[in-house]
Each structure stands twice: as structure tokens, then as C-alpha cells.
């Protein structure tokens, strides 16, 4: 499993704002030093198990948080991989929203929190589909692009464009 195998489109802002929409049940206000974007190949994966072991085998994967309840609860890789995959496999399962419930973090070096590439995961149809990233300008050749990205934006957002896979 890959960055790069996720596939992202540049989109206008008026079409990330309406999957912005669907997702959250709220509407965005415009950022001048965005880009927007769509995701068309998404990660999906047919259980949280499988997520987990495939997102070990990702470049640079340095957290996993999962919503318990309200609160966030951090892993890092070496705690997944000590035997924590079972409480976060647990504790998103056990999600009632399934929706933003569960984040991967991805850091090259010893990137700061506001500097990492994070991927949402939502529970759809029985799949889990990595619905949302986020990343700084310097973090898109990670990605396969079906359009040139935008180019002098700092921030990256990229969107699912349905609730159905």
C-alpha cells in the first residue's frame, strides 16, 4: 500500500464545497491558500484488520487515532504493532457515526502535527474508504494525479465526491 496509490483531481472550489457538504452536513467557507481537490481512487479496504496491516506496510505512516466516544486515542506504529491493532480495530467498530472516526498520519522526517498527511476513514457498505486527506504543498508528489495539481497553494484538501462506493 501506497500514497500513491490514492489518484486526486484538482476540483473548483464549488465542487469540493458541495462534497464538503455531503460528508459533513455543513457548508465551507472559501480559503484563499487552498487547494481543492477530488479523490477518485480512493483506499478501501473490507475490514478495519486489513486497513491496519496494510497501512503498516505504508511509507511513513508514524500515528493511528481513533474516536472512542468522543475522545481521540493516539497509537503510534510501534504500539500497533505490539498488539494495539485489536483495541483500535475494537473501538472503530464499535463506532456509532462511522464517519471521520479513524485517521492515519503520515509524517517524512520528523514533521510537526500541523505538517503530516492525514487520511480520514468512514465505514460504507461494509467497506472502509479513506474519504478526506489533507496535506501541505510540499507532500503532493506522494500522490498520483489525474490533472496537474494546483500550483503556490500551501494546504491540500481532497474529498470523496459520494457517500457510496
Known amino acids: 500500500m501506497k500514497l500513491s496509490d490514492i489518484v486526486l483531481k484538482p476540483v473548483t472550489f464549488e465542487e469540493y464545497s458541495d462534497c464538503f457538504s455531503l460528508w459533513y452536513d455543513r457548508n465551507i467557507t472559501s480559503s484563499i491558500a487552498s487547494s481543492y481537490n477530488g479523490i477518485i481512487n480512493p483506499w478501501i479496504f473490507p475490514s ?19 474516536n472512542n466516544k468522543g475522545r481521540w486515542k493516539k497509537y503510534s506504529v510501534s504500539e500497533i504493532k505490539r498488539g494495539r491493532d485489536a483495541e483500535v480495530i475494537d473501538i472503530a467498530s464499535n463506532d456509532k457515526i462511522k464517519k471521520g472516526h479513524l485517521e492515519l498520519y503520515f509524517s517524512v522526517d520528523y514533521e510537526s502535527n500541523d505538517q503530516r498527511i492525514r ?41 470523496c465526491d459520494q457517500l457510496e462506493v
Do not use: C, M
Not at 478495519?48 to 487515532?65: I, N, P, T
Not at 468512514?122 to 496537474?148: M, N, Q, R
Open 48 to 66: 478495519y484488520d486489513e486497513l491496519l496491516k496494510g497501512s503498516l506496510q505504508a511509507k511513513f505512516l508514524s500515528r493511528v487515532s481513533v
Open 119 to 159: 487520511i480520514k476513514f468512514a465505514e460504507i457498505e461494509g467497506l472502509i474508504v479513506g474519504y478526506s486527506v489533507s496535506f501541505k504543498d510540499f507532500h503532493k508528489g506522494f500522490f498520483t494525479w489525474a490533472a496537474p495539481p494546483e500550483r503556490g497553494k500551501e494546504n491540500y484538501y481532497a474529498l
